[in-house]
Structures are given as C-alpha cells and as structure tokens.
C-alpha cells in the first residue's frame, strides 16, 4: 500500500451563522466569524488516496489525472466563490472547515476509478488550523 | 563607517473578503480586466502583512523599537478594522478605492506612518497569497 498526496489551493468567502439562531447568539458562538458581510481565506486542500502500484506505470495513479478531477470537481465550484451563496453542494449546510472536508470528499469520491481508494482529505483554512476527514 | 542602523520586522495576518470591481464598468468589463475576482458575492483570503521598521538601536535598550509596541499599534490601527471584514463593504477607505493588494498596502502604510515616531524609516509588505505580494515604499 503505497499513498498519494496532490495539492491544491482556492480563494473564498463565508461566514459563520447559524439562521435558525438570533444575531446575538450567533456572535456569541461564532464571535467575528459571523460578521455579516463575510470574511475569507486561503484554503489549502490536500488529497491523498491509496492503492497498491501499477508494475507497467510505477504509479499508485497518474497525479495529472488526480489534479484535473480535483479542479473540475472541487477547486472550479469553489474558487474565489461566496461558499455560502454560491456553491450547490454546500446549500444548507454551515460552511465550517469540517463541514467543507467532508463536502469535498463526497465529491471528489465517486470520480476515483477503483482499485485507488481516497484516504484523506485535509484542508487548510489558514495556515494554523486545518481538518483532516477520513471517511469514516 | 559602520552604519547603525538595523530593521526589525513584525508579521501579522488578517482574514478578509473583498471584490475587485470598477464601479464606473459595465459587469462584462470588469469581469473581462478581473476575471473571477469580481465575483460579486465576493470571495476573500489570509492577509499577511510584514511591516519593516529601520533606525538606530537604542543604547539603553538595545532595540530599534519595542516590537510589543509594534505589535499593539499593527493591532489597533490595521487588524481591528481589517480582521474578519469585508474591505470593500466593512471598510470606509475602500469604499470608493478598489482593495487590490497595491491599494491595501499603501493603506496600510498611511495608516502606521500616522503612528510610528517619523525617526524611523517605514516599509510594509502584503500577501495576499503565499504567492502574490505587494510592497510600499517600492524599492
């Protein structure tokens, strides 16, 4: 079993606000989070799958391939985009970097061709605070 | 001879959200000269912001300034009205300048230089990116 990691970056805004709460209670969970005007980040998203390697290739899989199904399904819906306005995949749902992790492993999952398996999806917010999400 | 005089750097960051948008522009032109920054639900990033101080070492101290004054003053000037805000709605000098990195910084300087004893040279740097970056004064 060999593992994979391929990096990728995006731009967005979001905020943090719960609608089913008041202002008030939402700034005293989210604190400047929650500003209604938004805030943004620099995410870094790392994706790393498994698998045993190809004998013809030496690769586990073609790291090109996994970057292009990266950007047409995770980076294109959500570069420099309003993650709570803009993206369908994360209509409803509060945009926290966890929620956001598990978001993107749904999407990218159905588009590995099998025998290669996801691992994990770690996703930087900032450079001090990231999430790791593992399928399970 | 020997110059004295040394600089000292504090980094510091703050989150934002921002559009780039020219008001006077139809939104085909902007979108044509900004491309997916004018997104006009915004998008945002990590700012991190590198401000240079440069003078002569205090003999008593033996500091060209104290950086926990540094700090403070970076704090209460830039990251209180920037932290968490949207620069081109939260933030009234950009509301008719546009917040590219080029205008944060120069607004940054303006603002620290108001501050910062004119015996010290004054430089700050930008990132609005790991990989985009701007400087004021240019060199």
């Keep these: ?136 | 001879m020997q110059s004295k005089k040394v600089s000292v750097y504090r980094r510091e960051h703050f989150n934002a959200a921002h559009r780039l948008h020219n008001p006077a522009w139809d939104a085909e032109k902007n979108f044509d000269v900004f491309g997916k920054c004018s997104n006009p639900n915004f998008h945002g990033h990590n700012y991190e912001i590198e401000v240079r101080i440069t003078g002569e070492t205090d003999p008593e101290t033996g500091f060209v300034i104290n950086l926990k004054v540094l700090r403070d003053i970076i704090k209460e000037t830039i990251l209180e009205k920037l932290d968490h805000k949207n620069l081109n709605l939260d933030v009234p000098e950009f509301k008719d300048v546009n917040p590219t990195v080029e205008n944060i910084v120069i607004f940054i300087f303006n603002a620290l230089r108001e501050k910062i004893d004119l015996k010290f040279e004054l430089h700050v740097r930008v990132y609005e990116t790991p990989r985009n970056f701007a400087e004021y004064p240019a060199s």
Aim: glycine share 4%.
């Design chain 1, 1 to 136: 079993m060999v593992y994979l990691t391929r990096i990728e970056h995006f731009n967005a805004a979001h905020k943090l606000y719960n609608p089913a709460w008041d202002r008030e209670k939402n700034e005293i969970v989210f604190g400047k989070c929650a500003n209604d005007n938004w805030h943004g980040h620099n995410y870094e998203l790392h994706v790393t799958i498994k698998g045993e390697i190809v004998e013809d290739t030496g690769f586990l899989f073609d790291v090109k391939i996994l970057s292009l199904l990266i950007n047409e399904f995770v980076i294109e819906k959500l570069d420099h985009k309003n993650l709570n306005l803009d993206v369908e995949f994360l209509k409803d749902k509060m945009c926290s970097t966890e929620n956001l992790a598990i978001a993107v492993w749904k999407q990218l999952q159905p588009h590995l061709p099998a025998p290669v398996k996801l691992h994990c999806v770690k996703l930087y917010e900032t450079p001090r605070i990231f999430v790791e999400y593992f399928g399970d």
